[in-house]
């Protein structure tokens, strides 16, 4: 799996379907085939990404996206 952002293959499992890259310090939910993006906020807080890496004409679909665990 590599990192959407960054293409980093810097990540670690942190969810039974959440990992977080290293590289850019962002939060990936994977679900089926559907990923969300999220930015962790100094609060700990998340604010999602997806506007930014899927837009509305672009499906949040990822075929070769592959979880291993």
Same mark, same amino acid.
């Given at each position: 799996m590599r990192c959407p952002n960054c293409n980093s293959k810097d990540i670690g499992k942190i969810g039974s379907h959440q990992f977080y890259c290293w590289g850019c310090f962002?939060?990936?939910? #994977?679900?089926?085939?559907?990923?969300? #993006?999220?930015?962790v906020e100094e609060d700990g807080t998340l604010s999602s990404l997806d506007d930014l890496f899927f837009g509305e004409e672009m499906p949040q679909e990822f075929p070769s996206v592959q979880v291993s665990p």
């Open positions: 962002i939060e990936l939910t #994977v679900n089926g085939e559907k990923m969300s #993006v999220f930015q």
